[in-house]
């Protein structure tokens, strides 16, 4: 059993912000696998996708993004999934638009749901896929990451969308490092 999480903030006012990067790549990946998120339980939405015979859970942490681990710590110990078996998407500041970095571990690297994700599953060794949403010096940290992406970086950060949903449907099939070497960029 495998766990996919996006992570962003709940509530229509953060829908389409670039702090809600996960959830944008994990509707597309939804979405393309023609399925929907069909419970709630957990402090989170959620399904269970039967894969070729293998269960995997998509799931949406509610708890907003600084507080991602009280969700997804208790899912995890509850349907028995290891670290090893989760693989987060999340929103990186410190890569431009269009880039995604995919890794099998890590630190939080300043990004705050990760931190949380770290700090209540105890481990590094989280696999994740980094989507770039870049930052810009002159606006405050949380606002940037609040607000939309620009009319200019639309088209890119759809298409990076497109590009992470897709390594995220091939890690379903594939083994991790494959998915690095094919996705990374």
Do not use: W
């Amino acid at each position: 059993m495998k766990i996919i999480a996006g992570l962003g903030n709940p509530g229509k006012e953060y829908e389409k912000t670039r702090h809600n990067t996960g959830f944008l790549v994990l509707d597309a990946v939804l979405n393309k696998l023609n399925i929907s998120l069909d419970k709630e339980k957990f402090k989170a939405m959620y399904t269970i996708y039967n894969h070729k015979g293998e269960k995997v859970i998509f799931v949406k942490p509610l708890t907003y993004m600084n507080n991602s681990g009280e969700a997804l710590a208790p899912l995890m110990k509850y349907y028995g999934v290891n670290v090893e078996d989760l693989i987060v998407i999340h929103d990186d500041l410190d890569l431009p638009v269009g880039k995604i970095r995919i890794r099998t571990n890590g630190s939080c690297g300043g990004q705050n749901g990760m931190r949380s994700i770290i700090a209540h599953l105890g481990s590094q060794e989280i696999k994740r896929v980094r989507v770039g949403i870049g930052k810009d010096a002159r606006i405050p940290v949380v606002d940037y990451v609040l607000g939309k992406v620009s009319k200019e970086d639309k088209p890119l950060f759809d298409e990076t969308i497109n590009r992470a949903a897709e390594a995220v449907i091939y890690a379903l099939d594939n083994d991790f490092s494959k998915v690095m070497s094919n996705y990374n960029g």
